[in-house]
């Protein structure tokens, strides 16, 4: 079955700094990649997806970056900010709905 | 974008007894809903996929007949932790997908908090 793998598993960021996390796939088949922000005790809340036809998306701050090939995807954030600390999962889907999450990285951004 | 309710968002039950969990569609019909498990600092990991008027798919490693799931109309998914024990205290969270289109975003319940005590 999918298997993704995300790095880091912390990341300590000054405030306007850019913070950049990585996942890999592992089932090529996979054509769904979002990504979600969670605060702690509530439901992931997604920031951003990208699907399997498209190499690249931003919204504003936000952007993820698809590697088909490599089976890799990123998220970047520009200009961080305090609010932007929390929990951020990637995930990968190959059937509507069902998702496979990596690992999470609990980003920092310090004032 | 299509809502999902889970209820209760907060039980506490003793060892050896049963809960059950409703997730619910609100505005959308979801022939297939979704149950995820969540420890505390971990990621989220599938358990099940929920299908209507059918069995329940689930993940290596979960046991079935601890957690029944019915999906009894396509509106509704419920989850049944039974006989619980202690480390079955978790954050336990639902999905549904509107439509069967690939690439599709999926939704998701508010959680529940289940502690066994």
């Known amino acids: 079955g999918e298997n993704v793998e995300q790095h880091p598993s912390t990341l300590s960021v000054q405030e306007g700094d850019s913070a950049v996390i990585k996942c890999t796939y592992s089932d090529s088949a996979s054509n769904y990649f979002p990504w979600y922000k969670q605060e702690l005790g509530k439901r992931p809340q997604l920031i951003i997806d990208i699907r399997s036809n498209v190499g690249e998306k931003k919204d504003q701050r936000i952007a993820v970056t698809l590697n088909k090939t490599a089976k890799h995807f990123s998220l970047h954030i520009t200009e961080t900010q305090p609010e932007d600390s929390a929990v951020y999962f990637c995930?990968?889907?190959?059937?509507?709905?069902?998702?496979?999450f990596g690992q999470g990285t609990t980003l920092q951004v310090k004032p | 974008g299509a809502v999902v309710s889970q209820h209760p968002s907060r039980v506490i039950c003793k060892s050896g007894t049963s809960v059950k969990i409703e997730c619910r569609s609100l505005?959308?019909?979801?022939?297939?809903m979704f149950w995820y498990r969540q420890f505390p600092k971990q990621s989220l990991m599938l358990m099940a996929t929920s299908n209507e008027g059918s069995k329940a798919t689930y993940e290596q490693g979960v046991e079935k007949d601890k957690f029944l799931i019915n999906h009894a109309s396509l509106t509704l998914s419920t989850l049944t932790v039974t006989s619980a024990h202690p480390e079955d205290s978790s954050f336990y969270i639902c999905s549904a997908a509107q439509g069967k289109k690939m690439n599709t975003e999926a939704f998701f319940g508010q959680g529940t908090r289940l502690t066994v005590v």
């Open positions: 995930a990968a889907s190959l059937t509507p709905g069902k998702l496979i």
């Open positions: 505005d959308f019909q979801a022939t297939t």
